[in-house]
């Protein structure tokens, strides 16, 4: 409930900080954990080797064990630390390993092999970041087309949306007319109903109009979304009628009415369907799964399922590409939310 | 509207309907490909040898994950929209849609060395189709972490041992060595179903009916319970997910937080990679039950489509990786069993494998010889996928206690029967 | 960017102005409609009328015409019960547990999300430095493929995941989370909230700014206390978003699949299985495709939810009318 105080007493003026502002800050701190730091983990996890991956518990960074290079030996030998006996606390390079027995040879004396129980050493680690998880992708496959594939379904479908939704959302808003109420319950009906029910059906009628294996059966049927109507259609409620008379008595066209007057009022609104539309399509799996089974047609995360056989998960490759596929999201977002933060400023003082 | 704006325009409109006309298909061999390991690369590799020789055939691979190869094939193909070809694992569910190879092959080769696996297509005992090829052949069956059973000093049970005595001695290492799980078994009816064939479970009735639940089935799914309420079983594993979701306990059993590990042959390389130094691990195969001692078959087909437009295309190149020296040489890259008869009798160099991986893949080749017929024939029938995912939904139920064995095996008769009605027999 | 849109608005513009001219300014709403309306026909209401023909047909083929017709078998197949309150006698008990689970998971799932997405948006509101980049943080996640969101959770929340990891450093007893079913369930919430929490945040925080300041500085002479403030002022002012992040959470929250799917696969048992999921893996996922019973499934989805909207929807008229 202190936030709620932080809230008010941001108009009790400037003075010293009230313990709700402490609250409000403790609570954001909270925040950044909670909602930041998995993410985080995330990113760090995708530089983690396969076998690193597999490992319980699992770590924050990424670890590899030590290798040393010891004199009589071709190969560097991964490093331990001894932890008990004789040679507590030196390191040593493991020769092999028989059974619950190691064999380990110390850097300063390599003739003189120790054996000792397998409990008694530690692995040496350092941090290590598998960066090879990264370049795998651009070497597994054409990464760049499908970025392409992924950039120019998403933005075809935000525009798309984008224009047709708010065009209906100004006539659902502004006009009075007959049937109003019943497109209004039409499209709020089917708001209703997830995208996973209609799979099948929507899958039909795809095919029915020859766009499978086509980007365009991505972006257009993904425009449809009753979602954007509804948020634009509240919003555009709040605008005052008499702004669009005023401008009818100059004259205006209903076109320029929508799209010089009423489009740039909504730009808050529209902004937040903006960064839904973009983040629906960027992510949207089930449906592109379904239309496109071609490999030059994928989108990012498709490419990203491919990963995942029937019995087995290449995670270190999977995680990678997960934070590529993140990555022009959140610059989009950071684009956005400026927009957003100035929209509603304007809006917010007229 | 001034002259710049146009020109803005029509560049848009421009790119747009460039980029529409531009998805033109080629008429290629499209062939959809999703595995494990390095399965597609080594056949694209095979592909292009076969190219070279025959330069009317141009292969494109579509490599998709497997979720795409299960869910979305099968509609494609009823829809008509299919590839021309495909790396499948349900064969039975599918096998209306495989393209009949036989007028394009030599139909006595394929029979003497894909006899088994052909089998999964047919439709029947009176069809003498050839609908494709298993380019490798899985194995179900257990993984030991010897090192525990070392440590523990307890005999490592032979290879007679029953499920009962390979309870009781994982149970022992586990206890000596504080691990926290003696057995785990892949959240999947297709692992759970070579211990109950082993128990006596007959799958079918006399008539070739598809009944699933009998009493020696019944019996091992109680006994199976059991053992993950009493911490036998590492309960995480069926317990932890829902609906038929696939889990596996490899993570557990590389950590060595894990006695006996029931998993399958294409583990072997992961386990080989992940585990490396760190115990030593041992193939086992399946433990004996009163009837027999059979771990499940499986693997991938490749198979060309009845909607292919170039059907001989398809069948000449199948029948070219079917090809004794292609197909070892493929099993060898990519560290399977083979399915060929043929070359299995004579043994695969798994060229370059580790110690570790060749004696694991030994072990498995091993395992061949003990399926039972009921497995075989389990594996291959149209609805087994059926039977396996409510295998898992009702058994853990059972587990988590949403309902009793009985109830739950009751509740499993039932979907059976109103599958059947549904898809046919 | 601007000279591409401009000139296509421009384009519009003729043969929307030669539209007005013929039509006028009344049926003219109908053409701002059209390209909508359209999409919509085909892609989402189309569906929704051969979903019901596919309710109504029976066996595993995806073609219509192979398709042979049942009546309402599948409605009744669904329905079918000895006792509806206990899911073990019904012929689909996992139909009905997923209702169950459905009916339980929206209810604290929309609690959660809207409380704390309010007390979110009134801190963010507040008079604190750097508001840009905290505004951002509580978004992140939304940005986020559901799948990622389950895998990431999936990590911290395992046996030995780095919950658990943490817990054994502070000397507490580890707890398998996931394989509790009230602990699986609840974290289940959480994954939801956690994803989407900062879209309705945003929302809010729209709604919170476009109350004009004077309305506060008014409250501020008269001396209100901060929670007459709040009470009296802003809540009232901020109802109309309000019933929109209602709405749009309950809708969401029904529809709530692909993270808790990615997360527990409905488990353990059947403790997380909801209403998608048992229509996703009945008509996709799962062999035979049974698409009529779950067509059915979602018909009487689709009948409740538009219950409940039309309820909302003749609330927010009144507020919006009136």
């Not at chain 1, 960074?61 to 290079?69: N, R, V, W």
């Not at chain 1, 630390?81 to 092999?96: D, L, S, Y």
Request: aromatic residues 12%; neutral net charge.
């Amino acid at each position: 409930m202190g936030k709620i105080f932080t809230f008010l007493t941001r108009t009790r003026g400037i003075g010293r900080l009230h313990w709700t502002d402490w609250a409000s800050y403790a609570y954001l701190l909270f925040g950044i954990v909670i909602m930041f730091g998995p993410v985080l983990w995330l990113v760090l996890s995708s530089f983690k080797s396969e076998a690193e991956l597999q490992r319980f518990p699992p770590t924050f960074l990424p670890y590899a064990q030590e290798m040393i290079s010891i004199e009589g030996y071709d190969k560097p030998l991964p490093l331990f630390e001894i932890t008990n006996g004789e040679f507590a606390g030196k390191q040593a390079g493991q020769v092999r390993r028989i059974g619950l027995v190691s064999q380990l040879v110390r850097p300063e004396a390599p003739k003189d092999l120790i054996k000792m129980p397998l409990a008694d050493r530690k692995p040496v680690e350092r941090i290590d970041f598998a960066f090879e998880n990264y370049g795998d992708l651009f070497k597994r496959f054409d990464f760049l087309r499908y970025l392409w594939n992924s950039v120019f379904i998403t933005t075809m479908a935000t525009l798309i949306m984008l224009l047709v939704n708010s065009m209906a959302a100004f006539a659902l808003s502004k006009y009075h007319f007959r049937g109003r109420s019943t497109v209004l319950a039409m499209i709020v009906g089917t708001l209703m109903v997830p995208q996973t029910v209609v799979l099948v059906p929507l899958f039909l009628i795809t095919r029915e109009l020859g766009m499978l294996n086509s980007l365009w059966g991505v972006i257009i049927p993904g425009a449809a979304t009753p979602t954007g109507v509804f948020l634009l259609r509240q919003y555009m409620l709040t605008i005052p009628d008499e702004i669009l008379d005023a401008a009818r008595m100059d004259k205006a066209s209903e076109w320029k009415i929508f799209w010089r007057i009423v489009l740039p009022l909504s730009a808050p609104a529209i902004a937040v369907l903006a960064i839904l539309a973009i983040m629906w399509r960027w992510n949207d799996f089930l449906w592109p799964l379904i239309v496109l089974s071609q490999n030059d047609k994928f989108t990012l995360q498709l490419a990203l399922n491919s990963f995942q056989g029937q019995l087995t998960t290449q995670w270190s490759n999977l995680l990678a590409m997960t934070v590529l596929v993140l990555v022009p999201i959140a610059i989009v977002f950071a684009f956005l939310q400026k927009y957003i933060a100035t929209g509603i400023a304007s809006t917010g003082g007229k | 509207m001034d002259k710049r704006n146009l020109k803005w325009t029509g560049a848009a409109l421009a790119s747009v309907i460039a980029l529409w006309a531009g998805s033109a298909a080629a008429d290629d061999i499209r062939f959809m490909c999703a595995a494990d390991g390095n399965e597609c690369a080594t056949l694209e590799a095979l592909f292009a040898r076969y190219e070279k020789d025959n330069p009317g055939t141009h292969v494109v691979i579509d490599v998709v994950g497997y979720k795409a190869i299960l869910e979305n094939l099968p509609v494609q193909l009823a829809g008509g929209t299919g590839p021309d070809m495909a790396l499948v694992t349900d064969f039975g569910g599918l096998a209306k849609y495989f393209l009949d190879l036989t007028p394009y092959v030599d139909a006595n080769y394929w029979n003497t060395n894909f006899g088994n696996t052909l089998r999964w297509s047919r439709t029947g005992p009176d069809d003498k189709g050839i609908y494709g090829m298993n380019i490798q052949l899985t194995i179900t069956g257990a993984y030991i972490n010897k090192t525990l059973f070392e440590q523990a000093g307890v005999a490592v049970p032979g290879e007679k041992a029953t499920w009962d005595e390979w309870a009781e001695a994982s149970r022992q290492v586990a206890k000596a060595t504080g691990v926290p799980f003696p057995m785990a078994m892949d959240r999947s009816g297709h692992r759970i179903a070579g211990p109950a064939i082993s128990n006596g479970a007959k799958i079918f009735d006399d008539a070739g009916n598809p009944i699933l639940v009998d009493a020696p089935f019944a019996d091992f799914m109680g006994k199976f319970v059991n053992w993950n309420k009493d911490g036998t079983m590492a309960k995480d594993v069926w317990a932890g997910i829902g609906g038929t979701s696939y889990q596996d306990a490899a993570q557990e059993f590389i950590n060595a937080q894990l006695v006996f590990y029931y998993s399958g042959s294409w583990q072997v390389q992961r386990l080989d990679k992940a585990i490396g130094d760190s115990f030593d691990w041992e193939v086992v195969g399946s433990p004996c039950g009163p009837a027999a001692c059979s771990g499940m078959p499986g693997g991938s087909g490749l198979v060309g489509f009845k909607q292919t437009k170039n059907p001989e295309a398809v069948a000449k190149l199948i029948n070219y990786i079917a090809q004794k020296d292609n197909y070892a040489e493929f099993i060898g890259k990519t560290r399977n069993v083979p399915a060929h008869e043929g070359v299995a009798k004579e043994g695969v160099a798994y060229t370059d494998a580790s110690q570790n991986v060749a004696k694991a893949l030994k072990g498995w080749n091993a395992q061949i010889a003990k399926l039972s017929p009921i497995a075989y024939s389990y594996q291959g029938y149209k609805n087994s996928r059926t039977m396996y995912n409510i295998t898992v939904q009702r058994v853990t139920q059972a587990i988590v206690g949403e309902m009793s064995i009985d109830e739950a095996m009751e509740k499993a008769k039932q979907d059976v029967e109103a599958a059947i009605q549904s898809a046919g027999k | 960017m601007t000279a591409v849109l401009n000139a296509i608005m421009n384009i519009i513009e003729i043969p929307m102005r030669f539209a007005q001219r013929r039509l006028g300014l009344r049926r003219i709403a109908w053409v701002f409609l059209l390209p909508n309306l359209i999409l919509f026909g085909i892609f989402a209401f189309l569906p929704v009328i051969l979903n019901v023909i596919y309710a109504l047909t029976g066996t595993d083929q995806v073609m219509l015409n192979d398709r042979t017709f049942v009546g309402f078998d599948n409605f009744i197949t669904l329905a079918t019960c000895t006792n509806h309150l206990d899911p073990n006698t019904c012929t689909q008990d996992l139909f009905w547990r997923a209702i169950y689970n459905s009916l339980w998971f929206v209810t604290l799932q929309v609690g959660f999300m809207v409380g704390l997405s309010l007390v979110t948006a009134i801190v963010l509101n507040g008079k604190i430095r750097a508001r840009g980049f905290f505004r951002s943080v509580f978004f992140f996640p939304v940005l986020l493929s559901p799948v990622v969101v389950a895998l990431i959770w999936k990590w911290i929340l395992q046996r030995e995941g780095l919950l658990n990891a943490g817990m054994d450093a502070f000397g507490l007893t580890p707890y398998n989370w996931l394989l509790d079913r009230n602990w699986a369930f609840i974290w289940s919430i959480f994954l939801s909230v956690w994803a989407h929490m900062g879209f309705y945040t945003l929302i809010l925080l729209a709604g919170l700014q476009a109350i004009p300041r004077d309305v506060y500085d008014a409250a501020l002479m008269d001396a209100a206390t901060p929670f007459r403030t709040f009470r009296r002022i802003t809540l009232p002012l901020l109802m109309p978003t309000m019933i929109v992040v209602l709405l749009l959470a309950l809708i969401k929250g029904v529809q709530t699949f692909d993270e808790v799917y990615a997360f527990t696969g409905g488990g353990p048992g059947s403790a997380t299985t909801f209403i998608i999921q048992y229509i996703y893996e009945t008509g996709f996922a799962g062999t035979p495709r049974l698409f009529g019973l779950a067509a059915a499934a979602s018909i009487l989805l689709a009948i409740v939810l538009i219950g409940l909207t039309l309820i909302q929807l003749s609330v927010t008229r009144n507020k919006a009318d009136g």
